[in-house]
């Protein structure tokens, strides 16, 4: 396996955990602090996910990491975000 797909694998399988987990995390706090503040703390775990990514497989840009994660990241986000709201 090359390094640029292990890269890949890596990128996808931390932004789809963590979007599933701050879709959870999103929905305590817009409890407590409403839907802005939410938004908020999902787009900063976000941008921490982004650095740790580019740590862990060295810098590739923002374009690589978006089409690599940060889309992922959203989705996963916004449906659990959903799916808790709908419990």
Not at 15 to 21: E, I, P
Not at 37 to 46: N, P, Y
Request: proline content about 0%; aromatic content about 22%.
């Amino acid at each position: 396996m090359d390094f640029d797909s292990r890269s890949s694998r890596i990128s996808v399988a931390l932004h789809t955990v963590a979007g599933f987990f701050s879709g959870w995390f999103s929905f305590h706090i817009a409890q407590f602090y409403g839907n802005l503040v939410s938004i908020a703390v999902g787009v900063l775990i976000l941008i921490m996910i982004g650095y740790i990514t580019e740590f862990i497989v060295k810098k590739k840009g923002i374009s690589w990491w978006m089409g690599n994660g940060g889309i992922l990241y959203l989705f996963f986000w916004f449906i659990s975000w959903v799916f808790f709201l709908n419990l």
